[in-house]
C-alpha cells in the first residue's frame, strides 16, 4: 500500500501502481473485469471496482453493489479518494 500516489497506469481505467498484480489476477484468474482500485493510502479500505459481465458493478472484497457505471471514487479533504459505498 502506498501513503498517497495517485499515480494511475495509462494502459487501464483507474488503478494505483501498487494495485497491479491484485488487478492482474482478478482479470485474468476470475470471470470479473476490473474497472478501478485504489490502495485506500492509509486511509481507507483497499477497493477493486469489478464487472461481473452480466451488467453489475461491485466492490469486490465487500462484495457491495456499486450503484454508478463511472465516477466511483469521491474524494475527500485532504484529496485522498475513497467509494462512499465501502466507506
Known sequence: M???CNKKHTNTNKEDICMSS???LINNKTGYKTLASCCGHGK???TVIVSDGRGRILEWFSQIEIPRKR??????KQGVFFIPEVK
Open 22 to 24: 491484485v488487478c492482474w
Open 2 to 4: 502506498c501513503k498517497k
Open 71 to 76: 465516477n466511483f471514487y469521491k474524494k475527500d
Open 44 to 46: 481507507y479500505p483497499i
